[in-house]
């Protein structure tokens, strides 16, 4: 086995809560459609809830078919743009800070690799290492000389600098030309490799989906881990082709043992 040079994380329910987004959006909504369709915030989001039991798709035209309204095409793109982009107090599990920071020590590459639309997948992240800066070190004037973040005139560091300083790479694989290119898709992982000028052979890929994350093994040599998250939303999903991971963990954090191990550092100190 090669030795692992770079971790790339899924985004929904490995880093962030996709159900906690869904939360969020949906007080969001039920507040801004409360006039528009004549009913309390409460009674929006509950039947929001009621009519997202099976599926979540076309969440908004089928709620406006609830109550007898018509939505034209132009309204209802703008209310998915908005529900997209809506200011979401979105963070990371308490898990990822520990082991950004513990990957970071280890000079390891990092990544992210997520499929869904890319102004969604990017309000979750800008949102969520925005949340970094609570957490005691995450922003001391050290970690700023450690990683080379550049800041304005106002000492604050640019967004873009900042998720640069934990995440080398991020790619959303619906920017390559839609949803065909969607895990289990493996252009996503080639590009990735490329960027970071890193073999397959030492990526470990971590996600939740077993539909999807973990059948890159039938396309390239990447090693897999599966984490399963409280209230994930494919906890129940079957293996697609019944390719599994190569380690299950019960944290994020366990993944730093499983690098130690397989990088030969089996004497270094626990995290």
């Not at 390719?243 to 100190?269: C, F, P, V, Y």
Request: charged share 30%.
């Amino acid at each position: 086995m090669h030795e692992i040079k770079a971790v790339i994380f899924d985004l929904d329910d490995t880093l962030v809560s996709e159900y906690g987004f869904i939360v969020s959006g949906y007080k969001y909504m039920s507040e801004k459609l409360s006039v528009r369709l004549k009913h309390t915030p409460g009674e929006i989001e509950d039947r929001l809830w009621e009519l997202s039991a099976q599926t979540y798709s076309h969440a908004f035209d089928r709620l406006f078919d609830s109550y007898g309204e018509t939505c034209s095409e132009e309204e209802l793109q703008e209310l998915i743009l908005l529900y997209r982009s809506h200011p979401a107090k979105l963070r990371f599990y308490p898990d990822v800070w520990p082991v950004l920071k513990g990957l970071r020590e280890r000079k390891l590459l990092t990544g992210i690799i997520s499929d869904g639309d890319p102004d969604r997948q990017k309000n979750k992240i800008r949102t969520a290492v925005a949340g970094l800066r609570e957490i005691p070190g995450a922003e001391s004037p050290e970690n700023d000389r450690a990683y080379g973040a550049e800041k304005n005139e106002k000492g604050m560091v640019w967004p873009g600098e900042e998720i640069k300083r934990w995440f080398d790479e991020i790619i959303l694989n619906d920017e390559f030309g839609g949803p065909s290119f969607r895990k289990p898709d493996p252009h996503g992982f080639k590009v990735m490799a490329g960027r970071l000028g890193t073999d397959p052979s030492s990526m470990i890929y971590i996600g939740d989906n077993p539909s999807k994350d973990f059948h890159i093994a039938a396309d390239l040599p990447v090693r897999t881990a599966r984490i399963i998250r409280e209230k994930g939303i494919y906890n129940n999903r079957g293996y697609l082709d019944d390719i599994h991971e190569t380690w299950r963990i019960d944290a994020l954090t366990d993944i730093l043992s499983i690098i130690d191990d397989q990088n030969g550092h089996k004497d270094r100190e626990k995290e």
